[in-house]
T-cell receptor, first 113, second 112 residues
């Protein structure tokens, strides 16, 4: 009974392709996130959604489009993949409320060749 | 802007050694502070947190105290184990946002 689950765990694809990463949480949280971790382990927020509504949209190329069909799911679609998109992408969720810690998925390692 | 600075790793220790991983922050206001741990091949897990000045967060033998005067939240453990080998992230969060800001992470390697 994984709390935050992402699929796939590994994704290898060629430049120019379009791919999606799925995320689901069964914690009943209202807020979900996508973070990107680069090769140096640096973590940066990309998006957050609260009850299907976009709350945070950092400076991310518009090739990246999050979609939240319901508050338990937040998918990430990436168009026209580039070499620089290679990274580990983490989904996370948190309950509404101040200072709530995030619960992370195990990550999706995307490799663009 | 708001940011978190951590000491660069890797930190390499023998089992049972004392651990300190430094973390300082820059923030306009009074954020909550967190330490997350990332074991190999896994996502981040919350290790401990502190929500106001002088609070001490603790978990699994790790401790960190929120020091407003030095804007620091250093992570300490009295006796590390091989199983503590991981990457540790310091982070801050303002209660009126959902944006958790991470430091660059510090890799800890513990040898028997």
């Amino acid at each position: 009974d994984t709390a935050v689950s992402q699929t796939p765990k590994y994704l290898v694809t060629q430049m120019g392709n379009d791919k999606s990463i799925k995320c689901e949480q069964n914690l009943g949280h209202d807020t979900m996130y996508w973070y990107k971790q680069d090769s140096k382990k640096f973590l940066k927020i990309m998006f957050s959604y609260n009850n299907k509504e976009l709350i945070i949209n950092e400076t991310v190329p518009n090739r990246f489009s999050p979609k939240s069909p319901d508050k338990a799911h937040l998918n990430l679609h990436i168009n026209s993949l580039e070499l620089g998109d290679s990274a580990v992408y983490f989904c996370a969720s948190s309950p509404t409320g101040k200072n709530s810690p995030l619960h992370f998925g195990n990550g999706t390692r995307l490799t663009v060749t | 802007g708001n940011s978190v600075t951590q000491m660069e790793g890797p930190v390499t220790l023998s089992e049972e050694a004392f651990l300190t991983i430094n973390c300082t922050y820059t923030a306009t206001g009074y954020p909550s502070l967190f330490w997350y741990v990332q074991y190999p091949g896994e996502g981040l897990q919350l290790l401990l947190k502190a929500t106001k000045a002088d609070d001490k967060g603790s978990n699994k033998g790790f401790e960190a105290t929120y020091r407003k005067e030095t804007t620091s939240f250093h992570l300490e453990k009295g006796s590390v184990q091989v199983s503590d080998s991981a990457v540790y992230f310091c982070a801050l969060l303002f209660g009126n946002t959902d944006k958790l800001i991470f430091g660059t992470g510090t890799r800890l390697q513990v040898f028997p």
